[in-house]
């Protein structure tokens, strides 16, 4: 292959990158794509120049692993420091910063003076660095010709050098792709995606150079090993011992560099889109950097031992192929160099660019157009693009004539280090401006002027000068004290020397400057952004009025960003602020720093303050009243959210807000203070997931429970419970959507609530030991007691079968005595002797009465009396009542008045009116003059039933025991005889019915029982509405043929007597074989049956059925029985049998038996008339 074909080879790759710039460029709207973080991680290799490719082996060949040295910083910066990295990314995007010197400026109250000295130092430090990639082209161009046999120009040849024609085509890509937009924060796809490319083919080219240098070209991996053990140079490298001082200073250098490079910092914060590119680039970039430098060592052995001084050791990586006569090999090697070069140059090329268009040459032109009118002031768009071409030829030019003009004998990791050692005097104002709260801009200036100049003195200096200079060898003026490379008769190497005195003179004027004054109002607005946790007094703001309007200020913002940017950055505006901006309008504060960020994307924060600054100086009056309102813009919005925080702060609970992408956008005091969270994690811009993942590192929570956590607090509207164990409190967390997206959540300290539950609980387990041991004896008592319960229940159950038994059995003798004694009265008439009769009838109707209540009770209690519900009109119902107790009243002189109503109810009829009957009873019994008044009081879906009365009355603490069984007062037992059982049974119907029963009593004047009934809406039926009495008809009975049955012969003679008095027909049977022969021997029904339920082996309705169907005639019935269960009631209406309940009352009987009688005599007319 012959050296102009390397050459050539070279020129189609720079047209190559020239492609896949343009690729990127055209499809950038795809970069949100999965490949985007592998891109950006491997685009931050712009860092591996040719310093790494050929420098770092030509380091190694003479001082070991030295070399590490300049990777270990950033390693150490992307892993250890990441969180500080992605702080530093988040300031960045939100101050919409552009470059490292736009960054200082933004710190120190967007000084000018910052800015502009920043540009100057990185620009006059990065000269020499690019000037070493030139060296490296050039070198490695000059032995690949040599090598084949060709010659080049003698350095002093300057159009015949190489390096030149590669300065230019880089140049030519630098501008192309470089300086497309004003915007500097607008993303260059096209240039990254060149520059990842390259990182890969550089890597590539190492790798493969490495592999077979090791293990193909120069035998074995073990013949070389006994090749280098027998080398004397190739010993001494291996064994050379590297200083601690030495390692730290490189180790330092590095770190700063890989932030504070300019190029580092456009390709790391700039051109960042995301903290999944910086989550990627953590791992990604330290495995890239640990693989290119895998072969440095052996490499180097290998070019020591093979080559020796024949060669320079920068230039082993190309040497050792073409030695090998591996001539493919040697062309991935010059490649990769290249690539390596090429990559470093343009994106050098491109951010220092736009530092110093944005902060050298636009102040120029700005301060120049101040004067003109706003009419006669040009576009600058044109003019900041075509600065920042000028300023990479520029560039490029002066690290050309660097490169050719300094000692050809330096090697290229001693240009590098100079660079570095430049970069670094940004540090002190960089980290401090991160950390230290006090740092203005007067320390800054001071410190970045000292150190630049130290330097300058120590390190840019020795490398210019001839290498037998005066000045090196005797210092400035003679003064041995002041030799640049021995300062103060320092004893080091040249580089720790340099590094040592300039950082040293940076840092103590930085902290002199600044404790020399107190930091502007602007510097503390600025501070309390960079540490967020920093609250400065808010200024006493003065309302400043303007007369810019905000078509001016959209025309000034034009000629720098492009008329049809600002208008869509106005629409945002106003989209954001839900106002609109009339051309008219003068601007406010918020506008003011919308468009201050905003025009710092194109020119920086320090010429945006300038620009504006003059604007409403040339408007307004004074220019100090101008700038004081752009102070005030940044100060308004500062106070209003420390006014927020110190509000936010005296909260006990913790308060965070997320933004639409879950990364925390505010918090209070409280919050960290309840999660213990520290420095690194408290972050704007951090999203959940970190937190909840220190919160896991630090085992605060588990690993399991991580995701559900965040899920919670993302999506979840559920109250969350965490516990921490490094604080041992419990948090509840609960989150809420915010309108725009984003979320806003609690943090409540409920450690003392869930420690009282604690508490509880353990209480509770100690009962619990307490209750087992009591277990036993209580399930003994408790198993005694069940027993008992049973017994009782079986007892109450006997009781209750007794009394249903009894009730039959007792009322049977008593029916057929009062049988009896109503006959015999009625027989008597008159005489003397019917008194006795009536007596008699008295006393059993009292006994029957007694009974009656004990039965009533018994089935009240055991829940066999159920209510039969009907709708009816209630003042039927208490009219009837009045009538039948009207002629005990007036025997007790008592007037017993009811007051008419049209209310329905909805119930049992008849325990409503048994319930009435005992409480107008009471009232007649104890009451001595006066009355009673039955009456309704209306209460919405209510009605009140009372019974008033004017009797004795009922002292207040014993209201209670008058419902109590068998209880009667002293007072009443004086005034009337009874058993204390009507109350009771009062009581006990309303709790049945469901209806509130109260009592009012005053003693001598009289008592009110009120019940609450609901009133019904249902209508009420036909047969309800008509007449319940009917014509008063007289009660003549001649002639009704009457069967009776009953088992019982005494019930049977006296109902045979009774009837017979009344005129009836009577015929007496005791069994169903009576009936079934009474049946067979008559051809005409009876005219009314009345039977007994329970016969021997037989009931009444059976025997009532059968006769009916013998005679194929409905007989009119009635069914006598002390059952007063639901059964026998049901069936009696369903067999359309009439029932009377024992004892019976022999005027009911009558009364059914000549309604009866009538019905029978209406129907015989009927048939006469129709025949």
Request: hydrophobic fraction near 45%; charged fraction near 20%.
């Amino acid at each position: 292959m012959q050296g102009w074909g390397i050459i050539g080879a070279a020129f189609l790759y720079l047209l190559l990158l020239f492609a896949v710039a343009s690729i990127g460029d055209r499809r950038s709207s795809r970069w949100n794509s999965a490949p985007r973080p592998y891109v950006y991680a491997l685009s931050l290799a712009v860092y591996c120049t040719s310093w790494t490719f050929f420098g770092s082996v030509g380091l190694s060949a003479q001082r070991g692993l030295e070399f590490l040295g300049i990777y270990i910083g950033p390693i150490l910066v992307f892993t250890l420091g990441n969180r500080l990295l992605r702080h530093i990314v988040r300031l960045a995007k939100a101050e919409r910063i552009t470059s490292i010197a736009d960054f200082l400026a933004a710190r120190y109250g967007k000084s000018f003076g910052v800015a502009s000295l920043a540009t100057c130092i990185a620009a006059v430090g990065s000269i020499p660095y690019i000037a070493l990639q030139l060296k490296a082209v050039a070198g490695s161009v000059g032995l690949v010709m040599d090598h084949y046999g060709r010659t080049v120009a003698p350095p002093a040849f300057i159009f015949g050098d190489i390096s030149l024609a590669v300065a230019a085509v880089l140049a030519v890509f630098a501008i192309l792709f470089g300086t497309r937009h004003t915007d500097a924060t607008e993303h260059q796809n096209g240039l990254i995606l060149a520059i990842a490319v390259e990182s890969v083919i550089k890597l590539c080219a190492f790798l493969t150079v490495g592999l077979a240098c090791t293990f193909f070209l120069f035998g074995s991996p073990s013949q070389l090993i006994n090749q280098i053990s027998q080398s004397t140079d190739a010993l001494k490298a291996f064994h050379y011992e590297t200083s601690i001082g030495t390692w730290i200073i490189q180790t330092a250098l590095s770190a700063a560099a890989i932030i504070m490079l300019p190029r580092q910092f456009h390709v790391t914060v700039v051109e960042s889109r995301s903290e999944k590119e910086l989550r990627t680039a953590s791992w990604l970039f330290p495995v890239y950097l640990v693989l290119i430098n895998i072969f440095v060592f052996p490499i180097a052995l290998i070019g020591v031992m093979t080559l020796g001084n024949t060669v320079s050791g920068d230039l082993y990586v190309l040497a050792l192929p073409l030695a090998a006569e591996a001539h493919w090999m040697a062309l991935i090697a010059f490649l990769g160099g290249l690539s390596a070069a090429t990559a470093m140059v343009i994106v050098a090329c491109v951010a220092l660019s736009i530092m110093i268009s944005n902060h050298l040459v636009l102040p120029l032109f700005i301060r120049s157009m101040a004067k003109r009118h706003p009419a006669e002031q040009p576009d600058l768009t044109k003019v900041i693009l075509n600065t920042r071409r000028v300023t990479i030829i520029a560039i490029l030019a002066l690290a050309f004539a660097y490169y050719r003009f300094t000692s050809n004998n330096i090697h290229l990791a001693s240009i590098g280090f100079v660079s570095f050692a430049a970069i670094a005097q940004f540090a002190p104002a960089f980290i401090g401006g991160l950390f230290w709260r006090n740092a203005n801009g007067r320390g800054a200036m001071l410190g970045l002027s000292a150190g630049f100049l130290v330097w300058a003195y120590t390190l840019l200096l020795p490398t210019m000068a001839p290498e037998n200079a005066a000045i090196l060898r005797d210092g400035f003026l003679g003064f041995t004290a002041l030799r640049p490379e021995a300062l103060f008769g320092t004893d080091a190497l040249p580089l720790t020397n340099g590094v040592i005195w300039s950082l040293a003179a940076n840092t103590l004027f930085y902290v002199l400057g600044s404790l020399s004054r107190a930091s502007t109002p602007l510097e503390r607005i600025q501070a309390s952004i960079f540490l967020p946790r920093y609250s400065i007094a808010a200024p006493t703001l003065k309302r400043f009025r303007t007369t810019v309007t905000v078509a001016e200020l959209k025309a000034t913002m034009a000629r720098y960003l492009g008329a049809e940017r600002v208008e869509r950055a106005f629409l945002r505006f106003e989209g954001h602020e839900q106002r609109r901006l009339d051309p008219g309008m003068t601007v406010d504060t918020p506008l003011i720093r919308y468009a201050e960020q905003l025009l710092g994307t194109a020119v920086g924060t320090a010429s945006a303050r300038l620009v504006l600054s003059l604007l409403l100086q040339r408007n307004d009056a004074s220019g100090r009243d101008a700038r004081q309102l752009l102070d005030d813009a940044s100060a308004a919005l500062q106070q209003n959210r420390d006014l927020l925080q110190i509000a936010l702060d005296q909260m006990e609970q913790g308060i965070t807000v997320f933004d639409k992408d879950f990364r925390l956008a505010f918090w209070n005091r409280q919050f960290r203070t309840l999660l213990n969270l520290p420095d690194e994690v408290m972050q704007v811009g951090i999203p959940v997931s970190e937190i909840v993942e220190h919160l896991v590192r630090r085992e605060d929570i588990a690993f399991n429970v991580r995701n559900s956590i965040i899920h919670s607090l993302t999506a979840s509207r559920k109250p969350l419970r965490m516990k921490m164990k490094s604080t041992a409190k419990t948090l509840e967390i609960q989150s809420n959507p915010m309108p725009d997206g984003g979320i806003v959540a609690t943090y409540t300290d409920i450690t003392a609530a869930v420690e009282a539950d604690l508490m509880r609980q353990k209480a509770a387990e100690m009962l619990e030991q307490r209750v087992a041991d009591r277990t036993a004896e209580l399930t003994h008592v408790n198993q005694a007691l069940a027993r008992a319960q049973a017994a009782a229940e079986e007892a109450n159950l006997g009781k209750t079968r007794f009394l249903a038994a009894a009730g039959h059995d007792i009322l049977q003798p008593l029916n057929a005595a009062r049988l009896y004694s109503t006959a015999l009265s009625e027989k008597l008439g008159r005489s003397e002797t019917s008194e006795f009769a009536r007596n008699i009838d008295s006393s059993l109707e009292a006994v029957e009465a007694i009974l009656g209540m004990v039965l009533d009770i018994s089935r009240l209690d055991t829940g066999s009396l159920k209510p039969e519900v009907s709708v009816f009109r209630l003042d039927r119902l208490l009219t009837q009542i009045a009538t039948d107790f009207t002629p005990l009243a007036r025997k007790k002189d008592l007037k017993l008045r009811v007051v008419p109503s049209s209310i329905v109810v909805k119930t049992d009829r008849n325990m409503l009116r048994r319930l009435i009957q005992n409480l107008v009873s009471n009232s007649i019994k104890y009451s001595r003059s006066g009355g009673m008044l039955l009456g309704v009081r209306r209460r919405g879906a209510f009605v009140e039933l009372q019974v008033l009365d004017t009797g004795i009355g009922i002292p207040q603490h014993k209201l209670k025991l008058v419902f109590r069984e068998f209880t009667r007062l002293d007072e009443g037992m004086r005034e009337a005889e009874g058993l204390g059982l009507g109350l009771s049974i009062v009581d006990r119907i309303a709790r049945l019915l469901e209806f509130p029963l109260s009592v009012r009593s005053v003693q001598g004047k009289g008592t009110t029982f009120t019940l609450r009934i609901p009133v019904s809406n249902e209508p009420v039926p036909a047969e309800e509405t008509r007449s319940r009495r009917g014509h008063a008809r007289a009660l003549e009975l001649t002639g009704l043929d009457v069967l009776c049955i009953d088992n019982d012969a005494d019930i049977l003679s006296g109902m045979e007597t009774l009837l017979s008095g009344w005129g009836c027909n009577v015929t007496t049977l005791r069994s169903g074989a009576a009936l079934r022969a009474f049946c067979a021997n008559r051809s005409i029904a009876p005219d009314v049956i009345v039977a007994d339920y329970h016969l021997i082996h037989e009931n009444g309705i059976d025997m009532i059925g059968y006769t009916r169907e013998h005679f194929k005639t409905e007989i009119p019935a009635i069914l006598l029985t002390a059952d007063r269960s639901k059964e026998v009631r049901q069936r009696a209406e369903e067999e359309n049998i009439t029932l009377l309940n024992k004892p019976l009352r022999p005027a009911a009987l009558r009364s059914l038996l000549s309604h009866f009688y009538h019905a029978r005599q209406d129907s015989t007319s009927s048939q006469t008339a129709a025949q």
